[in-house]
């Protein structure tokens, strides 16, 4: 049964940093993983993702060049550092598995995570 548990969320001021972590627990094989959010009143969108060797990731438009995404496979976990917070990157932030061995490709869409996290709260003031 795999099992993804997150942490790390907490409170930072605007310009702030956190770094979230999730260990993955109970996989089989090492796939690709993506961090997504959900703010009150909005859908689950996505962040950023990681290919299974690390060697690829992707970013949503609106945390390039703040946030990064990296992973250690020996541990069973991924991380996201996010820098230079912003008030609207307050959400629920899920890590989550892709389980699709034969796609090479990084997803965006969260119908093709099928493994999630309970999630944790980021919440940043100005």
């Known amino acids: 049964q795999a099992h993804l548990e997150e942490s790390g969320g907490g409170s930072a001021h605007g310009g702030g940093s956190l770094r979230l972590s999730c260990a993955a627990s109970?996989?089989?094989?090492?796939?690709?993983m993506a961090w997504f959010r959900q703010a009150p009143g909005s859908e689950r969108e996505f962040v950023a993702a990681?290919?299974?060797?690390?060697?690829?990731?992707y970013y949503a438009d609106s945390v390039k060049g703040r946030f990064t995404i990296s992973r250690e496979n020996e541990k069973n976990t991924v991380y996201l550092q996010m820098n230079s917070l912003k008030p609207e990157d307050t959400a629920v932030y899920y890590c989550?598995?892709?389980?699709?061995?034969?796609?090479?490709?990084?997803?965006?869409?969260?119908?093709?995570?099928?493994?999630w996290g309970q999630g944790t709260q980021v919440t940043v003031s100005s």
């Open positions: 990681i290919a299974r060797n690390g060697l690829t990731t």
């Open positions: 989550a598995v892709d389980n699709a061995v034969t796609r090479e490709v990084l997803s965006t869409t969260p119908r093709s995570y099928v493994y």
């Open positions: 109970g996989l089989m094989f090492t796939y690709h």
